[in-house]
């Protein structure tokens, strides 16, 4: 093995040597110091190579030729070759994208840096306590002379805030350094982890070293300075600050816990409040790299408080550890590099990255890592701490993290949100070096590469899951590619994996069977129209495929993590699908942030559920015992944000109404039916629970006065794509409501509620959002009369209304009928009369949305309007096709659903008789209904055809009209809230309560971030004060 | 149960009858109305004439495809609602097409006019169409409300969702009915019974066209024709649903006769006496009484 | 024994701590709050050495007459202290001269040494 | 020489103490990093009672003379500066 | 003022604790522990320095010194950097002359002062002092003849190759204690010597010579790019 003294040696002596070289051979030094960096990388690479494939052992290099405690040592294992691998890399690529800083007659910058990389190198490696002083100091100097030659406005207040900040928590360490000493006449690390009793004196010491490196570590509150580099010095310095000084430091404390046992508590406590107080304290910075910088002492908190807890963890410790750190690590630096190539500091700025796409994804990706989606690293180490901390019974601890995490996904969202969404003209365009270029590049694959790795590692991802990413990451290769080639690509994607591994599960698993179809089927459907769109359309088809990577995962999950592994990759699928959309900015922000508060309901109570069983199997969760109310209310709550249930329900309106025409379909009627897939699976595990029953009750209410409020609220909706979204709420309110019975048949509604949602919400989206292509808005009162221009859409929207509607013969009919006979069975008369008395609520905006936009006068503006798209009109009858076939034969579908639902409730009053289907109650014949009504229908067409064969049409305005001709369109087009006096009496229960609790809410969080941060007055004394108190407080906390 | 071509016979004969009776109630309403009023009123057989008038006029307008098949949809609805109610109790053959549908059925098929008449209307390009169907659909949607909760408290009772076991659940004597053993759920739908016969005080939706515009203008001729036919059928298939729910049903034709008279008799009752409800006014009221009648029906029964 | 050599010792080094640590806080002309802070490093080394002494020996350099190799083990005090402070000294040094280019470098831009100036970056 | 040593030392303390009062209130800073010289010195005295002669040297060669030098150095420039 | 009260108080409080958490912890040791035990007890015939600190400070615990040399190193990287003045304008004799009195003095100083430097760094082995506090002297020597002689400059060039040489031979003795005794910085490669002759413990006189040169020269370094802007002073 390489002696890490050699580290030193080449450090230390080219940095001395480079005085011999002067100003003039600047850029020969630099290439020097870059060779230098590379020897480190090497060393450390070497190291890790013979640890990982030649598994060597730890070994410990002495100075001087002496043992310890009598020399110093430094020790080199796995955990040091990893942390120092990562600090050289860092290293290395933090001098590239310094590179041209290096120019401005700063030759004195590249030494510095070397030796600021060296120190943290020896802080990893060495096992001297005082040491560990002697290169804090040196990294501590380093760091300042590093923002000294920063040409930023504010770095060198900043960084007299620093020092003067780290002076005192270093005479800190240095006090508690010497006190070990004089306790055990050891400094050797080793001896005092060995010490089994210790004297009151060490234990001082302990805690005096341990505080330091805490408030090194830029805990909350005492951490204003830190914030002010942060903010103050040049980006690329802050990634150093927060990824390679962070790690190191980490690292650090790590290792020195080894003998402080006793503080785990504290690690804990201080941690979590630095994750949770600066997340939220983050949510009213518009500093880009102040905010930044609360996110870093956000996640060093988080990992803080993991080093706490590596007795609760046990093994699993180092994995969490080491997973969350590497993602803060990878992520926060590409972030800080990705600021530096701005010129200004405003979160909005980063909205120029869209004019270079590329850059625009790894901020995704960054942001997105951070966050803990999948497939990054952090998504296995939060899910394996959760479960970890659940097995301990730790809850409180699972909902700080939970708490913590989810306001840092709140800002980071609303950032991306910026970053894709704001108007970029106002800022300078983005000059992209090759210098700064590198680096986030690197790390960014890096960051992906990592997470692919781990899925190995982790048991219950199966590989094929990844697959769909990396097909996607090709795709994403392929942007350039006109959106016809893409689209034809995707579809053939789907096409396969519906031909290939769709068929088997229709034998194997028919729940599974419907809702992949659906997600399939549905999925290729809506990509034809993707047809309609001209140019690139860059960015939709890897997201796109993204959430049905999700879906197909999410629906093949044998196990609850690559379950939770395909909500989430869904999540972010749909996400960008959503936020692509024109005025869709904080539409997608809340739909984001609904769906990580529901993600980490569904995680925590995952957790719960492996405390108990010790089992990832999808189906353990049916062997819950303890808390199963918990558990049950945990994870319906996170599948009820996806299927916006009343009062969770506040972002589905503007999200599927603000999407692209070809968008909402895929949100609402495939995308919604993940929640319900969820629900069933809960249901199905679950149901049988007795505890769970009273849930299932307020389920059940919920679902019911979901159904209530859509359908209400949609009939006052003026926005044609915000009603069928009410509509969409209401019809998984019904959804609910069905399942929430638990019983055969309310299962049954549940699942031809379901088919039939599918089929019938894609054809308004599709129709409605094919018209709004053409006609340019959304509102329903600027349309009118489209019936003669575009009589295609007309006839779907007619068969969709008719079938949403539930009026025979159309396939509607069944799930009302299926519906009320579970009522019946069931005995929830009042929730099934509400939902009943909703459904016939639907009329109001069915007849709204189809007289407003078809029926009433033309608009003079839209005489020329074209009929919708052809790519659009296939897809829209394709799925008429379908639901004629399942009004006409609905047994056909509906007897292996209920010999499927058989196998949870066998006992059943459903029994099928030819083409009657009977129940308990009544009887039904979709085939014979369907037969006499047509005939009648033609008939009765007949004979008024036979009466009046003359008809004369009539131009538009000729109507009797009060003894005056109307001569505009506007004037006779009574659409516009039509529904007021209606309105009068029953609006109050539409009234935005919900969205106002949650503004409130909102409100008095930021109300108290804004409070909170005024802790940080930018005065570096009381910077010190907050640190001296920090100490004092927990000194005292501690002689306690 | 089987079709055959007998069946048809009787389904059309019964249809006649009904088309016919419905002619004459509305007639006798009328002439009711009218000598409450203090007025002559018209002649009885004047509906007949206004019938064939409307037929035979030459002069036909459309605005549109649209336009042309609601009345189509309308009269559809009202057919095929005859089509599924069991018309006489323990008649196979006066039973129509029961047998392919319950009560359910009935209480989805009625929107079908309703939504075709609506579209129809609405293509007409009348501003006082879309605000006549507009207000029907709210206060429908209103007097809904307590229906269902009578139907439901029904299904509950004789725990059934077909008519024709619910006809065969009252028979046996008057004290048998469902207006007896369920009083509150027969208010509820006797109330809400009000509402769904159009007559005042809940006769706003057809307010516009006293001011004579609004789709019976804008149709005409063969197209008002069609929708007179539909509306004096609608007129005594409501009164039977009803007369079925709650008053046994009917033995033979007199009795079905008799007993759709009286219901229908006691809507324009009510209207004779009662002045017209604003939108709103209407829609609160069947959230009062009506809804609290059939909650309570409903509990009897939990 | 209240006055001793050590019980002075520390007095005088708790006592440089406190008020260093004091001038540091509160003077708001950032070289004095230097100057404070190299007293309170000062107050630190002298609590170390005190630590570090043990009444009646002498320090630890073999001289060949008082102290020899053979005895030096019993004569001498701890060397380890003083090392460790010998290197403080010599770090609280390097740090005090940063801090004063810092002084100097803000100095230039604003004029002004008072720390109050310093809080554009804040919250 | 115990004795000796006692006294010297609470001299010495004294003189300290009084030099980082006087370092903390006077007026001038010029005063103030000389009081803080003046400390260092007397802390080198210590150091060479307390047996530590190598940190006495070290402290007061660097301590007293290398910062107090620095200390003024950076108090000119800001007063040039200032002037200008 | 309520702030300044309350940061008295918060003072207060920390020397409270530090009196009550450290000083009423602390004993007066009755022996030497086990580290300095074995320090003073073998030192001498293991590394062979008079002084055992030193021994401590250069050999045994050789990496803390390097830290040192390195901060100053940093440190004075960044003073020199910064305290330099950008290009001279003003003519050389724009500065007066110093003193008779100091130029007199220097001129018997500054030599002493550079041997007394000289000899502490080179008996660091063997007395108090080493290669830092000689280093200081020979600074405080330079600092005298800049004082005395404002126009008198010295080429920086030399301070900087000596600097740079000095710190890097101190590397290189370093890792040749790697490669040729013990470990990294043991000085042991080098015969012991003579107890208390000069040329004993090894590499100790070559390391401390270094480190002296070092700092020696880049203090003189430092204030000569002071000088060269030193102001009118009177």
Redesign the interface.
């Known amino acids: 093995m390489v002696s890490p003294y050699f580290l030193l040696g080449i450090g230390l002596g080219l940095a001395f040597l480079l005085g011999l070289l002067g100003q003039k051979a600047r850029k020969s030094s630099s290439i020097l110091i870059l060779v230098a960096l590379f020897s480190f990388v090497g060393i450390s690479f070497s190291w890790l190579w013979q640890f990982l494939q030649e598994n060597a052992s730890v070994t410990q290099f002495f100075s001087a030729g002496f043992k310890p405690p009598f020399s110093i040592a430094l020790q080199v294992g796995l955990h040091e070759a990893v942390l120092t691998s990562m600090i050289n890399v860092m290293g290395l690529f933090s001098f590239v994208s310094l590179w041209r800083n290096m120019k401005d007659g700063n030759e004195k910058l590249g030494p510095i840096l070397l030796i600021l990389f060296m120190g943290l190198n020896m802080l990893v490696l060495t096992r001297d306590i005082f040491n560990v002083f002697v290169f804090l100091e040196i990294t501590a100097i380093a760091l300042g002379g590093l923002i000294l030659f920063d040409e930023k406005k504010h770095a060198r207040s900043a960084g007299f805030k620093y020092l003067i900040a780290s002076a005192l928590i270093s005479t800190i360490y240095l006090l508690g350094a010497v006190l070990i000493y004089f306790s055990n006449g050891s400094l050797y690390l080793d001896d005092v982890m060995a010490l089994n009793n210790m004297s009151p004196m060490a234990i001082v010491a302990v805690f005096l070293l341990i505080l330091s490196l805490v408030l090194e570590l830029k805990p909350f509150p005492a951490n204003g300075w830190a914030l002010d580099v942060y903010q103050g010095a040049n980006p690329a310095i802050g990634a150093i600050v927060s990824a390679a000084i962070g790690s190191t430091m980490l690292f650090l404390l790590y290792k020195l816990m080894g003998m402080a046992a006793f503080m785990q508590e504290f690690l804990i406590a201080v941690g979590l409040i630095s994750f949770i107080a600066s997340n939220l304290l983050a949510l009213v910075q518009k500093n880009a790299n102040r905010l930044l910088g609360y996110s870093s002492i956000g996640q060093i908190g988080l990992i803080i408080s993991i080093i706490g807890l590596k007795d609760i963890l046990g093994d699993q410790f180092l994995f969490v550890a080491f997973m969350i750190l590497i993602t803060h690590f990878l992520a926060k630096a590409g972030l800080f590099w990705l600021s530096a190539m701005l010129k200004s500091d405003e979160l909005k700025a980063w909205s120029v990255f869209r004019k270079k796409s590329v850059l625009l994804v790894l901020f995704g990706i960054f942001i997105f890592a951070l966050i803990g989606f999948p497939p990054f690293p952090s998504f296995y180490g939060k899910w394996t701490l959760i479960i970890n901390l659940a097995e301990t019974h730790n809850y409180y601890l699972i909902a700080a993290i939970l708490i913590g995490s989810f306001l840092e996904a709140i800002y980071l969202f609303r950032w991306l949100g910026y970053a894709i969404k704001v108007d970029f003209t106002e800022y300078d365009e983005v000059k992209i070096n090759w210098e700064k270029l590198i680096p986030v590049l690197t790390f960014g694959a890096l960051l992906l590469a990592s997470g692919l790795y781990m899925a190995h590692l982790m048991p219950g991802i199966e590989d094929i899951t990844l697959w769909p990413l990396l097909f996607i990451l090709a795709i994403y290769l392929l942007d350039f590619l006109p959106a016809y080639i893409k689209n034809t690509i995707s579809i053939a994607a789907l096409a396969y994996f519906s031909f290939i591994i769709l068929p088997p599960y229709y034998e194997k698993d028919l729940l599974r069977f419907i809702f992949l179809g659906i997600f399939a089927i549905g999925g290729i459907l809506t990509l034809i129209a993707g047809y309609a769109y001209k140019g690139k359309r860059r960015g939709f088809y890897p997201v796109a495929l993204l959430m049905y990577a999700g879906l197909i995962v999410l629906i093949q999950a044998e196990t609850t993590l690559s379950f939770f592994f395909g909500w989430e990759i869904m999540t972010a699928g749909s996400y960008f699908l959503i936020i692509r959309g024109k005025r869709s900015m904080e539409h997608g922000l809340s739909y984001m942030l609904f769906s990580i508060g529901g993600a980490y309901a569904i995680l925590a109570g995952l957790g719960l559920t492996f405390a108990q069983t010790h089992n990832i199997d999808i189906l353990s969760l049916a062997s819950v015992t303890v808390h199963a109310k918990l558990i049950f209310l945990l994870l319906a709550v996170g599948f009820l944000t996806k299927t916006a249930a009343l009062g969770l329900h506040i972002w589905l309106p503007g999200a599927h109404a603000e999407a692209e025409s070809d968008v909402s379909p895929m949100v609402s009627a495939i995308l919604l039916k993940a929640g319900v897939f969820g629900l069933f699976i809960l249901m199905i595990a679950m149901g049988k629970n007795p505890e769970v029953a009273s849930i299932a009750y307020i389920l059940g209410w919920v679902g019911a006065l979901t159904a209530l409020v859509g359908n209400l609220a949609a009939a006052f909706q003026e926005d044609a794509k915000r009603l069928l979204a009410y509509s969409s709420i209401a019809q998984l309110g019904y959804i609910l409501f069905a399942l929430a019975m638990m019983s055969h048949l309310g299962w049954m509604t549940a699942m031809v509620y379901s088919l039939n949602h599918f089929m019938y919400k894609a054809i308004l989206f599709l129709t409605i959002g094919a018209v709004v292509l053409r006609v340019g808005t959304h509102s329903m009162y600027k349309m009118g009369g489209l019936i003669q221009r575009m009589p295609l859409a007309f006839i779907a929207v007619l068969v969709g209304i008719i079938a949403l509607s539930g009026v025979p013969p159309l396939s509607g009919f069944a799930g009302k009928w299926f519906f009320y006979n579970a009522v019946l069975e069931k005995g929830w008369y009042f929730q099934g009369a509400i939902v009943f008395f909703s459904g016939i609520v639907a009329f109001l905006y069915l007849f709204k949305l189809i007289y407003s936009v078809f029926l009433g006068q033309l608009k003079d503006n839209l005489r020329q309007v074209k009929d919708i798209s052809i790519w659009f009109a296939i897809p829209i009858y394709v799925l008429i096709l379908g639901i004629m076939f399942f009004s006409a034969k609905p047994e056909w579908v509906l007897q292996p659903l209920s010999d499927m639902l058989t196998q949870w409730y066998p006992n059943t009053s459903l029994s099928f008789d030819g083409l009657y289907i009977n129940s308990n109650f009544g009887y039904w014949s979709g085939t014979g209904v369907m037969i006499t009504i047509m005939i009648m229908f033609i008939v009765l067409l007949l004979w008024l055809w036979i009466l009046s064969r003359k008809v004369v049409k009539v131009k538009q305005f000729n109507i009797v009209y009060s003894a005056e001709a109307p001569q505009r369109p506007e004037t006779t087009h009574v659409s516009y809230n039509i529904f007021a006096g209606y309105y009068k009496a029953l609006g109050w229960i539409v009234a935005p309560k919900i969205s106002e609790l949650w503004n409130k809410i909102s409100d008095f969080v930021v109300s108290v971030a804004h409070f909170g941060r005024m802790i940080y007055t930018g005065n570096g004394q009381t910077y010190l004060v907050h640190i001296l108190a920090f100490i004092v407080v927990t000194f005292l906390w501690f002689l306690n | 149960m089987e079709f055959d071509f007998k069946h048809l016979g009787f389904t059309l004969l019964g249809l006649l009858i009904v088309l016919n009776w419905g002619l004459l109630m509305s007639a006798l309403m009328q002439k009711i109305g009218a000598r409450v009023a203090r007025r002559i009123g018209i002649r009885l057989y004047q509906p007949w004439i206004d019938l064939i008038k409307n037929y035979a006029i030459r002069s036909q307008i459309s605005h549109g495809i649209m336009f042309y098949l609601g009345p189509v949809f309308r009269f559809s609805g009202g057919v095929g609602i005859f089509l599924f109610m069991p018309l006489i109790v323990g008649s196979v053959m006066w039973s129509n097409y029961s047998f392919q549908g319950d009560l359910v059925l009935i209480m989805y098929f009625q929107f079908f006019g309703m939504l075709g008449m609506a579209l129809g209307a609405g293509e007409s390009g009348h501003p006082n169409s879309a605000i006549g169907i507009s207000r029907g659909l709210a206060q429908f949607t209103a007097i809904e409300a307590p229906l269902t909760l009578a139907i439901i408290s029904l299904a509950i009772q004789y725990n059934t969702l077909s008519i024709v076991d619910i006809v065969e659940a009252q028979q046996g004597g008057i004290q048998n009915w469902s207006a007896w053993t369920n009083p509150f759920a027969t208010i509820a739908g006797m109330l809400a019974a009000l509402g769904s016969m159009g007559h005042s005080p809940f006769n706003l939706v057809k307010a516009p066209n006293e001011i004579p515009i609004g789709p019976p203008t804008e149709y005409h001729g063969t197209f008002l024709g069609v929708l007179r036919t539909n509306a004096a059928i609608l007129h005594v298939m409501e009164a039977a649903l009803f007369m079925n729910l709650f008053f046994g049903g009917a033995n033979n034709w007199f009795e079905f006769i008799l007993k759709t008279f009286l219901i229908y008799f006691w809507s324009v009752f009510v209207g004779v006496v009662f002045p017209r409800f604003r939108i709103e006014q209407s829609v609160a009221w069947f959230f009062k009484i009506p809804l609290i009648a059939g909650v309570v029906a409903i509990i009897l029964f939990m | 024994m209240l006055l001793s050599i050590e019980n002075i010792a520390l007095a005088s080094g708790i006592l440089l701590i406190l008020i260093g640590l004091l001038g540091a806080l509160t003077n708001k002309n950032i070289i004095r709050m230097i100057v404070a802070f190299s007293i309170f490093d000062t107050g630190v080394n002298i609590l170390i050495v005190t630590f570090g002494y043990m009444p009646g020996r002498t320090a630890p350099i073999i001289d060949g007459a008082k102290v020899t190799a053979q005895n030096i083990a019993q004569v001498a005090i701890d060397p380890v202290p003083q090392a460790l402070v010998l290197t403080a000294i010599v770090i609280g040094f390097g740090v005090t001269a940063l801090m004063l280019v810092f002084a100097l470098k803000m100095h230039e831009k604003r004029k002004s040494l008072d720390i109050n100036d310093y809080t554009d970056l804040k919250w | 020489m115990e004795l000796f040593s006692i006294i010297l030392l609470l001299v010495m303390g004294v003189a300290t103490i009084g030099s980082a009062i006087l370092a903390l209130t006077t007026k001038k800073t010029d005063v103030a990093i000389l009081a803080a010289g003046a400390i260092s010195l007397f802390a080198s005295i210590f150091f060479l009672v307390l047996a530590s002669p190598d940190v006495a040297m070290t402290e007061a060669a660097i301590g007293a003379g290398l910062s107090t030098f620095l200390f003024f150095v950076i108090l000119r420039k800001t007063e040039q500066n200032a002037e200008k | 003022m309520l702030k ?1 009260s309350f ?2 108080l ?6 409270v ?7 009423k ?2 004993k ?2 009755e022996k ?10 073998n ?4 590394i062979g320095a ?8 250069v ?17 004075a ?3 020199g ?3 330099k003045r950008k290009k001279k304008t003003a003519p050389v004799d724009a500065k007066p002359a110093g003193s008779e009195l100091m130029t007199t003095a220097s001129k018997v100083l500054v030599p002493g002062s550079i041997i007394l430097g000289v000899y ?1 760094f080179v008996n660091g082995h063997l ?4 290669g ?2 000689g280093g ?2 020979i ?2 020597a330079i ?1 005298l003849l800049a004082l005395a002689n404002p126009t008198y400059s010295i080429s920086k ?1 030399v301070f ?2 000596i ?3 000095s ?2 031979v ?3 003795i ?2 040749a ?2 490669l040729l ?8 490669f080098l015969p012991n010597g003579e ?2 002759s000069l040329f004993s413990a090894g590499a100790i006189p070559l390391i401390y010579s270094m480190i002296g040169l ?1 700092v020696g020269s880049e ?1 003189s370094g430092i204030i000569l790019e ?1 000088n060269d ?1 030193q ?1 009118n002073q009177d």
């Open positions: 300044n940061i008295a918060l003072v207060l409080a920390f020397g604790l530090l009196f009550h958490g450290v000083v912890l602390y007066v040791p030497l522990n086990r580290t300095a035990e074995f320090y003073n007890s030192e001498a015939s293991q008079a002084n055992v600190v030193t021994a401590v400070v050999t045994y615990r050789g990496l803390y010194t390097l830290g040192e040399v390195t901060v100053l190193f940093l440190a990287s960044v003073i950097f910064f305290l502490v007395t108090p002092g080493g830092f506090q200081a002297i600074g405080t600092l060039k900087h190759w600097e740079s040489i710190g890097f101190f590397v290189a370093g890792l204690g790697l005794a013990g470990g990294f910085l043991d000085t042991r107890m208390l070092k203090i002071l802007t102001p």
